[in-house]
């Protein structure tokens, strides 16, 4: 069955880069059509779009953020990465990934991590 | 760039019907997704293609979308369907969510 598991540090510094780890089982980040997405959610608050990276390597972001997002995919370890530079406090919340199935020209998510919290702070 | 709205809260009666809003310009044009997101847990897929829903999902979930207004449609809510729900559509390639709306059954 398909899992997804999010891994990184829980307490960043401000200016700092957050590096997180999706670690993917039960479908290939590079097969045919897929897509692994990352969204994060402040406490309390509503979900946010971070990325998506796509099967041939396409990425997208959301345009707000942009400046400061990589995402990759490491298909030897069936993982993928983000990268969200100058970190700030207002960053703090719970980040998912998630899965996007073959979708032609559109995008949703049925299967997501648990996501994992990451808190800004000096 | 593209912006869905939501109510912040609905109420509903046990047994009732549960309607939650999605607007969006031309927002027909896309397709919709709709997420339940419940106390500390991750989101689920409850509808996608604006009126498909997942294996495992209660029939009592649908969905509809027309002119600039997503509609998630919960018949017979139960007090287990009190979450926050999501809406989300992918707009020129970018994926973008609503607000959330609160469901509360009482």
């Known amino acids: 069955q398909i899992t997804l598991k999010e891994s990184g540090p829980t307490l960043v510094k401000p200016t700092q880069t957050l590096t997180l780890t999706c670690t993917c089982s039960g479908f290939s980040v590079d097969a045919d059509g897929l897509g692994v997405g990352w969204i994060r959610q402040p406490p309390g608050k509503a979900l946010e779009w971070l990325a998506l990276i796509f099967w041939d390597d396409d990425q997208r972001y959301n345009p707000s953020l942009k400046a400061r997002l990589t995402i990759t995919k490491d298909t030897s370890k069936n993982q993928v990465v983000l990268t969200m530079a100058n970190m700030d406090p207002m960053d703090t919340g719970t980040y998912f990934c998630?899965?996007?199935?073959?979708?032609?020209?559109?995008?949703?998510?049925?299967?997501w991590g648990q996501g994992t919290l990451v808190t800004v702070s000096s | 760039s593209y912006v869905v709205t939501q109510p912040l809260s609905v109420s509903v009666s046990p047994g009732h019907t549960a309607t939650i809003l999605c607007s969006g310009d031309?927002?027909?044009?896309?397709?919709v997704s709709w997420y339940q997101q419940k106390a500390g847990q991750s989101p689920l897929l409850v509808i996608y293609?604006?009126?498909k829903r997942p294996s495992g999902v209660p029939e009592r979930f649908s969905g509809s979308n027309s002119g600039n207004t997503a509609t998630l449609t919960i018949s017979g809510t139960q007090t287990l369907d009190e979450a926050d729900y999501f809406c989300?559509?992918?707009?020129?390639?970018?994926?973008?969510f609503g607000g959330g709306t609160k469901l509360t059954v009482l």
């Open positions: 293609q604006d009126t």
């Open positions: 998630a899965h996007r199935p073959p979708s032609g020209g559109h995008a949703w998510f049925d299967f």
């Open positions: 989300q559509v992918w707009d020129s390639g970018t994926v973008v």
């Open positions: 031309a927002l027909g044009g896309k397709y």
